[in-house]
């Protein structure tokens, strides 16, 4: 019994501080206005020189190897994510193992390297075909764009269950096909690549299957006030997360930077992009079309919106269109702006600055700031049957509402003021807190009266 009750404090306390660490707030929790975790050893430090920065791939992800055939194709399991390389020639296939009821989305970024001469129509192309090579869903395509410049690009592809096609209805295995667009002469070489399936659960009841009619389009004005400094992220793994506010960094030429924001259903996320004047107002009259891109991924790294913003050396301000509330049934809209926005969870900003802006204005670093607005009443959501993979992907908060069976995670109505505003994220910290603060009691509460039992002889 002294073994069991030594071995039952340690546990108990490592519940307890596990619970602590991970509120917002704590030493555990990476706060918005603190620096991101280390990211993996892929990554480098900031410097002057555009080709120091890289992405940065998630930590301890296994390495697959692109089959040229489907024969030897490499399988990917759903809530794990893979690093790859991506050949200038030629399709590579992974193998996928379905059921017959959930949804698989699979998004495949590529990486040129930093010093590679593109094009700007080059770029990735991905799909998920079933064993009789039909695609399930329209291949996505992703190019360099004007800016002309080396940067991650994202596609994804997706096995959608209930579907109004008659193909990929069934269990059994299907291919992921990745492959290299437009390339040309000028820009041959391997590309890193790092693919992420995701699994989302069917569900215990079955709704609407038409995306709804209105919602409000306005845009609104993005929050004002004093900008709060941050350090943006080197990828998806390890994006800096944002609350509602305004939010400023540092970005050079070459450079991408990723940050992320919770966004629950029935929630709107707005975002503007302001670069700040280069030293000398652009006096030497350069000019870089695409020079900024500012772009919007959804949890599971699919594309929702971007804009590119042209430099000339003074300041510049960018803006994603209007996006409708997130809601499950945006999926079955013919937008692809409007179906992105079909689950709750961490939405990725992502940010790069064309390598060209530097032989024009300089080295920098550019100012950017980022203003972030979340509007809207956090809903249920739509009532999962099993738990996504990775788990909580589509979950806000620390406890979390994926199913909608945990109440009111603290939803603002976005017009807090987020950075030093009391806005979402400032609510969801509050009840990330109250949780965190309830395991405690819970469990001091348990201690105290086994104490009392063992102090009586029971």
């Known amino acids: 019994m002294g073994r069991r009750t030594a071995w039952w404090r340690v546990t108990v306390m490592g519940v307890v501080l596990g619970a602590v660490a991970g509120a917002p707030g704590s030493p555990g929790f990476a706060a918005s206005t603190s620096p991101p975790a280390s990211p993996s050893a892929s990554a480098t430090s900031p410097s002057s020189s555009a080709t120091a920065s890289s992405y940065a791939f998630a930590e301890d992800a296994p390495s697959v190897t692109g089959a040229t055939d489907t024969a030897d194709a490499e399988r990917l399991r759903p809530g794990t994510t893979y690093r790859s390389s991506l050949p200038s020639d030629g399709k590579v296939y992974y193998r996928l193992v379905l059921d017959g009821t959930s949804t698989v989305y699979v998004a495949a970024t590529a990486v040129p390297p930093t010093d590679a001469s593109v094009t700007p129509t080059e770029g990735v192309r991905v799909s998920v075909q079933d064993a009789e090579g039909r695609s399930c869903s329209a291949p996505d395509t992703a190019s360099i764009g004007a800016g002309r410049s080396p940067r991650p690009l994202t596609v994804w592809g997706a096995r959608q269950l209930p579907t109004s096609r008659s193909l990929c209805r069934t269990a059994g295995t299907y291919y992921v096909v990745v492959e290299r667009v437009l390339r040309t002469a000028s820009s041959p070489g391997d590309w890193d690549l790092e693919l992420a399936p995701v699994l989302e659960p069917g569900l215990r009841k079955a709704g609407s299957t038409s995306a709804p009619e209105a919602w409000d389009s306005a845009t609104p004005s993005p929050p004002g006030g004093e900008s709060v400094r941050l350090r943006g992220g080197k990828g998806f793994g390890s994006a800096t997360a944002l609350e509602q506010g305004a939010w400023r960094d540092d970005l050079r030429p070459g450079q991408t930077l990723f940050y992320k924001v919770p966004v629950d259903w029935g929630q709107q996320v707005y975002a503007t992009a302001d670069l700040s004047s280069a030293s000398g107002g652009g006096a030497g009259g350069g000019f870089v079309p695409g020079g900024v891109n500012l772009a919007l991924y959804n949890p599971v790294r699919g594309l929702v919106d971007d804009t590119s913003i042209s430099y000339n050396g003074s300041q510049k301000s960018g803006a994603l269109a209007a996006l409708p509330p997130v809601g499950y049934d945006n999926r079955y809209a013919v937008s692809d702006r409007v179906g992105g926005m079909r689950f709750a969870g961490s939405y990725y900003l992502v940010v790069h600055l064309a390598a060209r802006v530097g032989e024009d204005f ?70 990330g807190g109250i949780g965190a603060g309830t395991v405690v009691l819970v469990v001091l509460g348990v201690w105290v009266a086994v104490g009392r039992r063992r102090a009586a002889g029971v």
């Open 362 to 431: 300089g080295d920098g670093p550019f100012e950017l700031t980022l203003r972030v607005r979340v509007k809207g009443a956090a809903t249920a959501g739509p009532g999962y049957a099993g738990q996504s993979e990775p788990s909580g992907i589509f979950q806000v908060g620390l406890l979390g509402r994926a199913s909608g069976a945990v109440g009111d995670a603290g939803a603002s109505d976005g017009d807090g003021g987020g950075a030093g505003g009391g806005g979402t994220g400032m609510k969801l910290v509050a009840v």
